[in-house]
């Protein structure tokens, strides 16, 4: 305005010049008369175009300053909208698109060039009726705003879910004109994820079969709507670890095939659930008496049994359960739950049971295995373990070939335990690992008072546990124990079982061959009563197979001998040592040695005895 007005009064001055002269020479003359009538050289016609032109020109200002001012706000929400993840969308006032960014065009799957001049409503999802778009533009227009989640289709044709607001935008110049703001965000992961998460609470992942949690639900579901009887059967797969060493195929494969078969026998009224890796429990409705539940466990025995093959590899389920009932054994899941369990845990702990019914004798089991537990913490301080030798003699000449170191705990409150009865606790609770370098540390020790009694073929065996073995301190300890004692190595045996070969073989071998370095030989105890394959003991850094008594005990009433004959055949074949243990009478050592195992150990030459006993055995 002020430039303006200047340059007015300039140009007004300039071009009337020759009448500012005369002006000029009339002010100089009648200088009042004319005065009031004229400022900066213009009379008072030219004052009020001035005037107009500055008040039109303030009115320009006025409207160019709104027009910048709405523009700058729409650049800025454009610029928002091209940095956000968000697809945002606008459309006209008869709702054509006008603009979308890029979130919109990754998110939709259509370019920005397939979309403009078109209404939003051709991507409709048809998931929802006439009325939701009928509300939805209601409150659009009254509110100015609306916000939902709702589905639209992709250009894949693919529904997802989204979270929608849409703003109308008035033109503040002009009130006819607005536009229409939409932004949304996509929800497909994020409701993915969710389901996902509401999956995992009730659901196993690995077979999608029910988990503890709705576990819980469906029992309570049962027995709330139940008088009868109801039956849980607490499942666990025995060999799943072997399973997953030798089946090559990932585990939910082999999970599948195991719950195929069960599957096979349950009825629409009973259910399965995935508790744990190996876990399962199995709820029954259909029962209403315990044989016929029997019958049930039978034939849940056999499917499981049932081989299969996996590339050469001959596989089966080795399963053990505990069954227990609603409302015998407990009125609530909890219970059920368990009383199953201990169920399952005490048919773990029998040999040749496949399940056990819950007996509330159980419990008190449980309670003594904790006291021997507790007991066993102190065993070592308290001085209450003690070793016994049973010599081994071979059965042609009658000399003493060795003894195996076994291990006593005479306790001050019970008197005697047997191992039989400790040692699987201790290797239960992890407590075998520091009780086995205790007993190594004896043997080293008292080795010294048999060592002017033997020759030089003379061997003590100490039974190595799995968990110890595979301790990460074994060779470090054993070592140790070595230096202190001072003991020659090549007159000790170490006894592993064979199930300790179906852990990863080559670390298992590595250490056979680490601990044959030393001077040990190695001898695989029980051999014939785990799972381990035949074909890799060949590969394996060992010395001697021990047919364990199972295979001899009975003959020759109800055995023929004839897998104790099998295991000397294949030691021999295998260039291995052999001898039989649990050897009690003669006919037993008689047939032992006509098929070619001369090695015996067992109660027909000598029980177990105390150290100062097996001096004089091998004086005697
Ligand atoms: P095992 O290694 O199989 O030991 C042989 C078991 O058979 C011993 O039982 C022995 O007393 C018994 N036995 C030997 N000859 C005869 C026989 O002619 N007839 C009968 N009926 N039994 C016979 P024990 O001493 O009760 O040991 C039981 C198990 O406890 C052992 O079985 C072994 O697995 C474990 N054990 C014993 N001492 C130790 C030890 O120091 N460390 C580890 N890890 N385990 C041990
Ligand atoms: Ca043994
Ligand atoms: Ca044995």
């Keep these: 305005i002020i430039p303006i007005t200047i340059i007015f009064i300039l140009l007004i001055n300039h071009t009337e010049s020759k009448a500012m002269q005369k002006i000029k020479g009339y002010i100089v003359n009648n200088s009042n008369a004319l005065k009031d009538n004229i400022i900066f050289g213009m009379n008072q016609n030219q004052m009020l175009t001035l005037l107009f032109i500055n008040i039109l020109l303030i009115f320009l200002t006025i409207i160019r300053y709104i027009y910048i001012k709405n523009k700058s706000e729409l650049g800025i929400a454009e610029n928002v909208a091209k940095n956000t993840n968000d697809a945002v969308i606008i459309t006209d006032r008869y709702n054509n698109i006008t603009y979308v960014n890029e979130s919109y065009e990754k998110i939709t799957g259509y370019s920005k060039e397939e979309v403009m001049g078109h209404t939003p409503g051709n991507f409709k999802s048809g998931k929802h009726k006439k009325e939701f778009y009928k509300d939805m533009w209601k409150s659009i227009n009254k509110k100015g705003y609306f916000r939902s989640e709702l589905w639209d289709k992709r250009k894949d044709g693919v529904l997802y879910p989204k979270d929608l607001s849409i703003y109308k935008i008035n033109n503040k110049l002009d009130k006819k004109d607005f536009k229409y703001i939409g932004i949304f965000t996509d929800l497909t992961d994020i409701k993915r994820d969710q389901e996902f998460i509401d999956k995992l609470k009730d659901y196993n992942i690995d077979t999608d079969l029910p988990n503890e949690n709705l576990l819980f639900k469906l029992i309570n579901n049962s027995i709330s709507k139940k008088q009868e009887k109801f039956f849980v059967v607490y499942l666990s797969i025995e060999n799943y670890n072997t399973i997953v060493l030798n089946s090559n195929e990932n585990l939910e494969y082999n999970l599948k095939i195991f719950i195929r078969r069960i599957n096979t026998i349950l009825d629409d009224k009973n259910f399965i659930a995935h508790i744990s890796k190996s876990k399962f429990v199995i709820g029954l409705s259909s029962f209403d008496s315990k044989d016929k539940v029997e019958n049930f466990m039978k034939k849940l025995i056999d499917v499981s049994k049932l081989s299969y093959f996996i590339r050469d590899n001959e596989l089966y389920f080795d399963i053990k359960a505990g069954v227990c009932n609603y409302p015998d054994d407990g009125k609530y899941v909890n219970e059920l739950l368990v009383n199953s369990n201990i169920a399952l845990d005490k048919a773990i702990g029998t040999k040749g049971k496949y399940y056990l019914y819950f007996d509330e004798s159980f419990k008190e089991d449980i309670q003594k295995e904790q006291e021997i537990k507790m007991m066993l913490n102190k065993a070592i301080i308290y001085d209450e373990f003690s070793i016994n030798y049973q010599p081994q003699i071979d059965s042609r000449n009658n000399q003493i070939v060795g003894a195996e170191a076994l291990l006593r705990w005479n306790t001050k409150k019970y008197g005697f335990i047997s191992p039989a009865i400790f040692i699987p606790i201790a290797e239960k609770t992890g407590q075998i690992v520091e009780i086995g ?14 060592k002017e009694n033997i020759n030089e073929n003379f061997r003590i065996c100490i039974n190595i546990s799995p968990m110890q073995f595979n301790d990460e301190n074994f060779i470090k ?112 050592v008689d047939y032992l040695r006509s098929k070619g195992c001369h090695l015996i150990q067992g109660y027909f030459y000598s029980k177990p005895i105390p150290p100062s006993d097996f001096v004089k055995y091998l004086k005697g």
Excluded: C
């Design 437 to 450: 370098y205790w007993v190594i540390d004896r043997v080293f020790n008292e080795y010294m008072i048999f």
């Design 477 to 588: 300890r054993i070592k140790e124990s070595i230096i202190k004692n001072n003991i020659d190595t090549n007159y000790f045996e170490l006894e592993i079982t064979e199930n300790l070969l179906l852990d990863d073989l080559t670390k298992v071998n590595k250490k056979l061959k680490e601990l044959k370095d030393l001077g040990f030989t190695i001898a695989i105890d029980d051999f014939g009563t785990g799972y381990s394959s035949l074909s890799y003991i060949k590969q394996l850094h060992i010395d001697k197979l021990k047919i364990d008594r199972a295979f001899i005990k009975d003959y020759p009433e109800k055995d023929n001998g004839e897998i104790a004959d099998i295991i000397t055949i294949m030691s021999r074949t295998l260039r291995l040592e052999v001898i039989a243990e649990g050897v009690e009478t003669k006919e037993q």
